[in-house]
């Protein structure tokens, strides 16, 4: 028998188990399946959340996408040359609508409505990338746009760049308008011809601002923009056709998206480019300028990254008339065959401010870059002799006072004698006089009265470092009035201005204006300083009158106006000059050779009052043109021409030079609007009294200046 179990009190029997129901394999498949591709599926998307949450928009520009083009101007606004990376950002609504939409249409036609990725274009560029293809394009104009502007994307055509750039270009497109981002672009991207926006694309291929591109410029700029290379130059092989194909497409886009009619689309046509000219862009004096406007942005205060990429909006003080006015006046004169190592500089100065209107500081920077209107210094020989002239006259001596002009004269116990141009013999002359015939001899007496350490701090006054006037003592020479001293002709044109100024002098400055990418605009003071009073620059201004009338200046005499001017000759005619002015314009030519051996000039005489006083006056005929007749103001005294009888010269004068200043007859020159001098009443002053000085002053022998 079988035994039989009680169960405990209270519990019940449980049913029996029912056998389990044998699953299918096929459901097991489905199931397993369906896991795995819910993992497949998943984790991408789940990694895609991931990244896009852990991939934060950059906070700052990458340094290349900021680096915007310095832009120099003329002084009327007119571009005079770019430097550091061509590019000009402007404003999208300086950018014609139909510009823009040229640009959609060629590389991306859903921009308006896509959330700043394709995904199609994505997803075939990862499996070209995954199946080893290279790694395709298929961005949108968000994504160029993110890859071009934020810092810490590369432009390496990998996997995982692409992917930070999706992500950053999708939050991009959620917190950014469009109108951001297309304007973004167009300052940073690339369009051929070294030219990073829109703006200066405009300026390389058509020579106009954005805002002037018709529909169908604006199309072969958005054509540009997959073949810059085609673009820029269709000369090469195959590119016309490529890109008359591909603008095409640009302009069919545009009526797909109704941004012109088809009628439009059919009378466009297309717009070849302008030649791509490719010359240094510091050619000619233009590399002159740019050194010249550098050294002065650096004192101001501005970096060398700053003027090269900065962005600075340069306003200069060069007027384009005129310097191209002077560059013709030099190149016309010079004689042909004279030696390369010969130099001449010109530099022209606007006496109201001291802006440098023009210059000539070479034939071409990139064959040249020492610039002989601002670098090189030489002796301005009786060029200086105005300076003499002024701290006379504001040390109280009148313009009738007399000196001795006799030639051959020694001073300072020395047996070395001062000799005037060709050994003339002046005796006593008035300071105009002595000025009009530029005699060595009263100079040196002028200065002697009145102390040489009068006459340099004149000369600093007028800008002239003490650095350059002590010079190997300079300074205390007898021969300091003559010129012996080494100055640029900048600083000769600067001094000058402050007798066309009426006694003002103005520092010689290249700007006029700096406007940085901010649009903060900064000028530079103008304020001159007085260093001689109105009736001092008045009186000088009416000797050097006569220098210009009936001097040795007179190849400077303009048709139509009187003008007053110095010329410089130094000994052996190393160095000519001449230093002339109207009231509005003062300008100084010189002319010299780089191993400082005296001048042979085919058709010339190494005379200050030949070649310098030729260039001056072709330069300022064509300068004044456009400018009022003004007249200088009157002296204290009108001094006529007498003189007293010549002294002997000395039976055995010093060496002078082999070749002579040419004495032609005075042309007739053309009738003035006024007359072309003041009137020459007989002096009221005379000879001192009991005839010429006859002390003889100390003083060391240099060099001197004539003429």
């Not at 000619?284 to 700053?306: C, F, H, I, P, S």
């Not at 100390?698 to 003429?707: F, M, N, P, Q």
């Given at each position: ?679 020459s009443p007989p002096p009221t002053g005379g000879p001192p009294p009991g005839g010429p000085p006859t002390g003889q002053p ?10």
């Open positions: 028998m079988t035994a039989v179990h009680a169960l405990p009190e209270g519990e019940k029997s449980k049913p029996p188990k029912k056998p389990k129901k044998q699953r299918s394999r096929r459901a097991k498949w489905l199931r397993r399946t369906t896991y795995v591709l819910g993992v497949l599926i998943l984790l991408p998307v789940a990694a895609f959340v991931v990244a896009y949450l852990m991939t934060p928009v950059p906070s700052s520009a990458q340094p290349d996408a900021v680096k915007e083009a310095s832009v120099f101007y003329y002084s009327d606004g007119s571009v005079l040359l770019r430097t550091g990376k061509n590019r000009q950002p402007v404003p999208l609504s300086q950018v014609p609508k139909p510009v823009r939409d040229a640009v959609i249409s060629a590389e991306n036609r859903s921009f308006y409505s896509d959330p700043g990725v394709s995904f199609k274009g994505t997803a075939r560029a990862f499996w070209a990338t995954a199946t080893g293809g290279s790694l395709q394009g298929g961005s949108t104009i968000t994504q160029q746009m993110v890859r071009n502007y934020y810092s810490g994307l590369s432009q390496q055509r990998t996997a995982s760049r692409k992917l930070k750039e999706i992500m950053i270009a999708l939050k991009v497109g959620r917190e950014k308008d469009k109108s951001w981002i297309l304007q973004n672009y167009l300052n940073t991207i690339y369009f051929g011809r070294d030219s990073y926006s829109i703006e200066s694309a405009a300026q390389a291929y058509y020579g106009k601002d954005v805002q002037k591109l018709t529909p169908a410029e604006g199309a072969y700029l958005a054509a540009a923009i997959q073949v810059p290379t085609y673009a820029g130059d269709l000369s090469v092989k195959g590119a016309l056709p490529y890109m008359q194909a591909r603008w095409k497409y640009v302009v069919d886009g545009m009526v797909q998206m109704k941004s012109i009619t088809p009628q439009e689309a059919a009378a466009m046509r297309f717009p070849t480019p302008v030649k791509y000219k490719t010359k240094d862009i510091y050619g000619g004096q233009k590399g002159y300028v740019y050194e010249l406007v550098k050294a002065e942005l650096k004192r101001m205060g501005y970096t060398d990254d700053q003027i090269a990429k900065g962005g600075l909006r340069v306003r200069t003080t060069f007027d384009k008339h005129l310097m191209d006015d002077a560059k013709k006046a030099v190149e016309d004169a010079m004689p042909s065959g004279v030696s390369k190592k010969v130099m001449a500089g010109l530099v022209s100065i606007d006496p109201s401010n001291g802006e440098v209107n023009a210059f000539y500081g070479g034939k071409d920077y990139l064959d040249q870059a020492f610039n002989s209107a601002f670098d090189a210094k030489v002796q301005p020989g009786s060029g200086f002799k105005p300076y003499v002239l002024a701290a006379a006259l504001d040390d109280g001596m009148s313009l009738d006072d007399y000196v001795d002009g006799s030639n051959d004269q020694t001073f300072d116990g020395s047996n070395q004698p001062i000799q005037n141009d060709n050994n003339e013999d002046f005796g006593p002359v008035n300071l105009v006089t002595a000025t009009e015939k530029s005699i060595n001899t009263a100079y040196v007496n002028i200065a002697q009265k009145i102390g040489n350490d009068k006459v340099m701090k004149m000369a600093e006054k007028l800008g002239i470092p003490e650095s350059q006037l002590t010079a190997n003592g300079a300074n205390t020479a007898v021969t300091f009035p003559l010129g012996v001293i080494d100055v640029s002709v900048e600083q000769q044109a600067a001094a000058y201005a402050a007798f066309a100024s009426e006694g003002v002098y103005h520092a010689p400055h290249v700007i006029r204006s700096v406007t940085d990418r901010d649009g903060k605009k900064r000028t530079e003071p103008t304020d001159g300083t007085r260093v001689f009073s109105k009736q001092v620059a008045r009186d000088a201004t009416y000797a050097m009158q006569k220098v210009v009338d009936n001097g040795t200046g007179y190849r400077a005499a303009l048709p139509d106006r009187n003008a007053a001017g110095k010329t410089g000759t130094t000994s052996s005619g190393k160095q000519v000059w001449f230093n002339g002015f109207i009231p509005q314009l003062v300008t100084s030519v010189a002319v010299f050779r780089t191993d400082n051996k005296a001048l042979s000039l085919p058709g010339y005489s190494a005379y200050g009052g030949d070649l310098p006083a030729k260039i001056w006056h072709d330069y300022l005929v064509k300068a004044d043109e456009n400018m009022s007749v003004k007249q200088f103001g009157d002296p204290s005294v009108y001094v006529g021409q007498r003189q007293w009888p010549s002294y002997t010269a000395p039976a055995q004068p010093r060496p002078y030079p082999t070749f002579s200043r040419p004495r032609p007859t005075r042309p007739t020159l053309p009738t003035h609007p006024s007359p072309p001098t003041h009137p100390t003083g060391r022998v240099y060099d001197s200046g004539s003429e």
